[in-house]
């Protein structure tokens, strides 16, 4: 049995709010679905609202606080992330593409992420396609097949059978990609090794 790391990234403003909510069923269809293929889960959540300010503050000095730096360690190490955010404009929130601003460009190479999105309508179903996916096509991350949009109407009652059957669906996907994967594998560059010199990474070669 393995235990995965996985960073819950919630962009929701209010308290409480849609996007946490979906947020919070998403992972625990995820946790679920990873102890039926025999592994357990170890949950963090980061709330970006908490960190507007410092995000702010990361892009005009170029520096993270302490705060913020805890949020990104916890999303860049981890074996997979679960990515939430509200439609603003027909689009991700500013404060989600900020926080992906401040990260290394290479942090999340490779690590499984699932996309959720939430709005008042319907008419933004297609975010997660067309917005939020080549977002972390570009940062080269892995994205489930599926992607997850709840408008204000999937809620009713509970929220329906057809929501249900998309989170399910995507949480059985991020569960397969992280089965038998090793845990917090990240790629390392040799270059930012300054005790290396050049013939020796030439050799490596």
């Not at 962009?11 to 269809?29: I, Y």
């Not at 977002?135 to 080269?140: H, K, M, P, S, V």
């Not at 709840?150 to 059985?172: K, N, P, Y």
């Given at each position: 049995?393995?235990?995965?790391?996985?960073?819950?990234?919630?962009?929701?403003?209010?308290?409480?709010?849609?996007?946490?909510?979906?947020?919070?069923?998403?992972?625990?269809?995820?946790v679920a679905a990873l102890r039926a293929r025999g592994d357990e889960a170890t949950v963090e959540v980061v709330e970006l609202r908490g960190h507007a300010r410092d995000l702010a503050d990361h892009l005009t000095t170029g520096f993270a606080n302490e705060s913020l730096q805890a949020a990104i360690d916890t999303v860049v190490g981890a074996d997979a992330v679960i990515a939430v955010t509200p439609v603003f404009s027909a689009s991700y929130s500013g404060l989600f593409k900020t926080f992906f601003d401040v990260l290394d460009k290479d942090a999340l190479i490779g690590t499984p992420v699932l996309l959720g999105a939430t709005a008042g309508t319907a008419r933004h179903s297609l975010v997660v396609?067309?917005?939020?996916?080549?977002?972390?096509?570009?940062?080269?991350?892995?994205?489930?097949?599926?992607?997850?949009?709840?408008?204000?109407?999937?809620?009713?009652?509970?929220?329906?059978?057809?929501?249900?059957?998309?989170?399910?669906?995507?949480?059985?996907?991020?569960?397969?990609?992280?089965?038998g994967r090793p845990a917090a594998t990240k790629p390392v560059d040799p270059f930012a090794d300054p005790t290396t010199s050049f013939e020796e990474l030439l050799k490596g070669s």
């Open positions: 049995m393995t235990t995965r790391t996985i960073a819950v990234l919630s962009a929701g403003l209010s308290n409480p709010s849609s996007t946490r909510l979906l947020a919070d069923r998403l992972t625990t269809a995820t396609e067309f917005a939020m996916r080549p977002l972390f096509a570009y940062l080269r991350a892995v994205p489930v097949p599926t992607g997850v949009f709840a408008a204000s109407e999937d809620w009713a009652g509970g929220g329906d059978t057809a929501l249900v059957s998309r989170i399910d669906r995507a949480a059985g996907e991020l569960a397969d990609q992280l089965a």
